[in-house]
């Protein structure tokens, strides 16, 4: 079994920034893809970002590049979102999951967190 515990969550002003960090424990994790979803009250669960874990490889949903990064690291096997130039439209339950590949569709990660909640005042 594979556990994913997110934290950094919180309440930040817009232009404010947060770092989210997932924690990753059990598995091996050499082989997994790991990435960053987010869902708002009344809203589907959508990509945010993705990583491969071997290679550094990145991806990004247009609305965040060039203010979120993605990254890993791999001795703590820990994953990173830090979250710059924040919106109220970020403002979302924030999940991290672990995958065979980096796929934007949710349906391609195997474990996922329990979410930390990142809300965005105007």
């Known amino acids: 079994q594979v556990q994913l515990v997110e934290s950094g969550g919180g309440l930040v002003q817009a232009g404010g920034s947060l770092r989210l960090s997932c924690a990753v424990s059990?598995?091996?994790?050499?082989?997994?893809?790991m990435g960053w979803f987010r869902q708002a009250p009344g809203k589907e669960r959508e990509f945010v970002a993705a990583?491969?874990?071997?290679?550094?490889?990145?991806y990004y949903t247009d609305s965040v590049k060039g203010r979120f990064t993605i990254s890993r690291d791999n001795a703590k096997t820990t994953l990173y979102l830090q979250m710059n130039s924040l919106k109220p439209d970020d403002t979302a339950v924030y999940y991290c999951?672990?995958?065979?590949?980096?796929?934007?569709?949710?349906?391609?990660?195997?474990?996922w967190g329990q979410g930390t909640q990142v809300t965005v005042s105007s």
């Open positions: 059990g598995r091996t994790f050499g082989n997994y893809a």
């Open positions: 990583i491969t874990w071997i290679g550094g490889n990145t």
């Open positions: 999951a672990a995958g065979r590949i980096p796929t934007r569709d949710r349906l391609g990660y195997d474990y």
